[in-house]
């Protein structure tokens, strides 16, 4: 996090997606003055699935579930980023009892999942919406769990909305 310190910016919204929503969480809890609002959209590391077997098994649905052309997309994804560093990003993610920092979360933050997503299914987005003290949940028709790329217009306008209040204060 020496990166946040070195560039001395005002609060963000900072969106972290999949994976990318427990690091966000993690930080927003270790430097809250640096998060103004956060958008946990598609948050892994639901209890019921915290194996890699479960994680993997979850993504296999969602593959299936998501835009077809997601999928060439989503396999150059897992190239660039070298699949040994996706394996060790989901041991990490089996790992990590992400629960610990969304109670400790001060900001307002927007829980963003497809209603579609196999990865966060329903029970688990309200139980991380219950464990952050100021959380909305917003779930969107038809999306699975890239909902940032496949419905950018519905994630535009719920992060706006969970935005607007938050510049005023």
């Known amino acids: 996090m020496a990166w946040l310190d ?20 993690a930080l927003a809890v270790a430097r809250p003055g640096a998060v103004r609002a956060l958008v946990l959209a598609g948050p892994t590391s639901d ?14 649905v969602d593959s299936l579930r998501e ?3 997601q999928a060439p997309i989503l396999v150059r994804d897992v190239l660039d980023a070298r ?7 989901v041991a990490h993610s089996v790992r990590n009892a992400v ?17 579609r997503d196999p990865i966060v299914p329903p029970r ?5 919406t219950r464990l952050v003290p100021d959380a909305r ?6 999306a699975a769990h890239n909902v940032l790329t496949t419905a950018p217009g519905p994630v535009a306008g719920a992060i706006r909305d969970l935005l607007v209040p938050t510049l005023a204060r």
Request: with cysteine.
């Open 99 to 115: 629960e610990e920092d969304l109670v400790r979360i001060t900001v307002p933050t927007l829980v963003l999942a497809g209603e």
């Open 137 to 142: 949940l917003v779930t969107v028709p038809g």
């Open 83 to 89: 699949p040994w560093r996706v394996a060790a990003t």
């Open 47 to 60: 209890p019921t699935a915290r194996s890699r077997r479960g994680l993997v098994g979850r993504w296999l």
């Open 124 to 128: 688990w987005r309200a139980q991380v």
């Open 67 to 69: 835009a077809p052309w």
């Open 6 to 25: 070195a560039y001395r910016m005002p609060p963000v919204c900072l969106v972290g997606h999949s994976f990318g929503a427990e690091v966000a969480a």
